[in-house]
């Protein structure tokens, strides 16, 4: 049964009311088409609670925009989803990546997140590549689908709007990685479900890294929203050497400021009974508020990342594979992903938007039952990085 309109809904219910349930939710495609963004595709998920959310496929399947009854979740950059085929990865000394980053979610991978890394290239033996130059966050994010479906599945009266699609990260004499992006979210639901699966397509030993850079914006990201998070250990922050500076704790967020420096977070996370971790950021304030529910055995690292720059204002929840120092830290560590042929790995994640006072709270009391974060806005990190298993 579907919940709309504060009524339940039969499927039949609702084709006695409509020619078509467009008229209440689905999924479209379309096609931006002026500036930047010109030529991308795009798919428009509307579910009926007034949950809205594109998907860019032309841009890995990311999540572009997000709003809920016009209010906006997703963050959009002053870059804005510009065209894949204007992307310069190699641009800026491998800065280049910030001037196609916009979204809501923004992918990162498949062979390399981070900064910057010149990484051996021996397991592909081709004598003339001694290296693989990664630039910031990897290539995925620019990569286009192949967009393999799209539409409503109706299991009795229950509906899902779904859209699927491959995107190859490959070359000769390298990678040969494939994300199959499965998004779903239900007829009259708040969540966004989102199932990837990267394959080692090739015959080469080949690492794998993988992030969620996810953005939200104001008014969700305002003075006083909070960062509530099942924080167990605060590892790492960039901005150790000097943290009172900018007047901004880990846990309450500003209004935008002035020439404010990004600051970074390297938290370890508690998980629950059955190993999920969730992450939110909330405005108490307007009963509004964000939630990232992923699984700790998949993404044993999160990082929180404060960008409150006046014009670029946006809050990051970025789980990770692997710790914040990147390649040569999990090499030496015996930490990073490798995969043989057909090997995959699996990743099963839900975006929730919690839209009054009441989900705020019971989201809030859900993460404190699991773990209470630190009180201090500035606790010591402990440089205590905690080993990552299974690789």
């Not at 809904?9 to 495609?29: K, P």
Request: aromatic share 10%.
């Amino acid at each position: 049964m579907a919940e709309l309109f504060k009524q339940t809904y039969s499927r039949r219910d609702l084709a006695a009311h409509t020619g078509q349930l467009s008229q209440f939710a689905g999924v479209r495609l379309m096609t931006l088409g002026d500036g930047v963004e010109r030529g991308v595709r795009m798919l428009e998920f509307r579910t009926g609670s007034g949950l809205r959310f594109t998907v860019l496929l032309d841009r890995a399947m990311d999540i572009a925009d997000c709003e809920h009854n016009g209010r906006a979740v997703g963050w959009h950059s002053p870059s804005g989803f510009k065209h894949p085929g204007l992307h310069e990865y190699e641009g800026e000394g491998g800065l280049g990546w910030f001037r196609s980053f916009s979204g809501l979610m923004v992918t990162c991978g498949l062979d390399h997140i981070l900064f910057m890394d010149d990484d051996a290239a021996d397991q592909y033996h081709y004598g003339a590549r001694k290296t693989v130059s990664s630039s910031l966050h990897g290539r995925i994010g620019t990569i286009p689908a192949r967009l393999t479906g799209y539409g409503e599945r109706w299991n009795g009266d229950e509906c899902t709007l779904w859209a699927e699609g491959v995107v190859q990260q490959s070359t000769v004499f390298g990678e040969d990685l494939h994300l199959i992006r499965r998004i779903e979210a239900k007829l009259g639901s708040n969540d966004i479900h989102l199932h990837d699966r990267v394959v080692n397509h090739g015959f080469y030993r080949t690492p794998h890294m993988y992030c969620y850079h996810i953005n939200v914006g104001h008014p969700v990201l305002a003075e006083g929203s909070r960062y509530v998070a099942p924080i167990r250990d605060v590892i790492w922050a960039a901005h150790a050497d000097d943290y009172r500076k900018q007047g901004v704790g880990y846990h309450t967020l500003s209004e935008p400021k002035l020439n404010f420096h990004e600051q970074v977070w390297q938290h370890d996370m508690q998980a629950d009974a059955a190993g999920r971790v969730n992450v939110a950021l909330v405005n108490e304030n307007i009963g509004f508020g964000f939630e990232v529910e992923v699984l700790k055995e998949q993404f044993p690292a999160m990082y929180e990342w404060q960008n409150l720059q006046a014009g670029h204002y946006a809050l990051g929840i970025e789980p990770s594979t692997n710790h914040v120092f990147g390649k040569p830290f999990a090499k030496e560590r015996g930490e990073l992903i490798w995969l043989e042929h057909g090997d995959e790995r699996h990743y099963d994640s839900v975006f929730r938007i919690l839209p009054d006072s009441g989900t705020v709270a019971d989201a809030v009391r859900r993460i404190e039952a699991v773990s209470h974060q630190p009180a201090e806005e500035y606790p010591a990190p402990s440089g205590s990085f905690p080993p990552i298993g299974g690789r």
